[in-house]
Each structure stands twice: as C-alpha cells, then as structure tokens.
C-alpha cells in the first residue's frame, strides 16, 4: 500500500494566507473606491448649478432687477409730477380767470353805480337831459333845446305864464320850456322827478311831446 504524504500546516503558513488575502481585499476596495469616485465626479459635472449669491453680496441678477424697479420708480415719480404741475397750471389759470371776471363785474358795478355829475346850470340840466332822451330814443339836440328854452323862459327853471289862455284856464305854463300840467303829466318820462318845474324833468317831457306832435324839438321855433 503506496504511502500517503500529509501536508502540514503550521502557524507560519497561515499567517502567510492572511496576509495575502487581506491584500487582496483593499485591493479591490481601492479599485472599488477608484470608480465611485470617477463616477461622482462625472455626474458632478453634468449638473447646471446656479450662482448662490453669499450673504450680503447681491449676484448679478438681484443687481438688474433692482435697478429696474428703480428705473421703474423714476418714471413714476416723474408722471405724477408733471400731472401735478399741469393741475398747478390749470387751477392757476382759473384763478386768473376768475381775477378777471370778477375786477370786470366790479368796474361794470361801479360803472353802473356811479351816475353820471352834471353841472345844476342851465348848460348841465340840458345835458343831462339828453343823456336820458339818448336812453329813450327821443330826439333832440342840444342848440334845439337851449333855443326853445331862451324864447320860451329865458333859461329860468322857476318862470309861469299867468296871462295866456292856459293861465285863464287854470293851468298855467310852468318850467324851462312852459309846459301845461296835463302835457307834463301826459309825457313825462319815467326816471326823473314828477315835478313840473324840475328842469329835467320839464326838459324831457316837452322834448317827448314835441317829438310825438313835431317828430323833433329842433323842429319847433315858436309856441307849440
């Protein structure tokens, strides 16, 4: 019978298998690492990050759009105070407006307030005279007037006819122009005194007679 060898392990062998083994297992663990890392990287690199600005440091993006909304404030600002200086620009000219209208109104008011001064003479009665036959549209001069006057009473506001036959009639001729009362009281023209013997009063209402019966005062050169 053939004779069997036995192989013998001793501590030494098995020390000198752990440590091979041991090797070959960071072997792999490097090359395991190694491509873990090549990978990382890799996916690392297909990734589009974006920029993160660091605290207090705005990126360029934050930057645009401030300064658009600045932009935006600008133009803002800038139309409401051209509005507002057209309002200040309107309402100035209403008030100018206003101004005018009512200094206007107030020289109408005095205008109209004010009467006209003439002199209390003979010369200021025949002028005032006209100044209201003017207003009635009764006609008249000034030299027919004072011509008729001169003959009739020789300008005395005062002087009464008592001999003709009005006098005999109980009614005398009376004023610058020798008006009866019924004539007076018939013609007289509304806005002077209702007094015979008032110049002006006695004036307009022979002139607004003698236009009725003569179209004219300057159209009578005697007793009418």
Known sequence: MPRISTLRITRSHKIATAVLVAAGSVSAIAATGGTSEAQTTAARSSISVEPVAAAGIPTAKDAAAKKAAQETAAKEAAAKKAVAARKATAEKDAAEERSEKQAANRSTERKAVTPKKFANNLDGWIRESLDIMKKKNIPGSYEGLHR????????????????????????PSKGLLQVIQPTFDAYHVKGTPKKLTDPVANITAAANYAADRYGSIDNVDSAY
Do not use: T
């Not at 300008?155 to 003709?164: E, K, L, Q, T």
């Open 148 to 171: 008729n006057i001169m003959r009739e009473s020789s300008g005395n506001p005062n002087a009464v006819n008592d001999w003709d036959i009005n006098a005999q009639n109980g009614i």
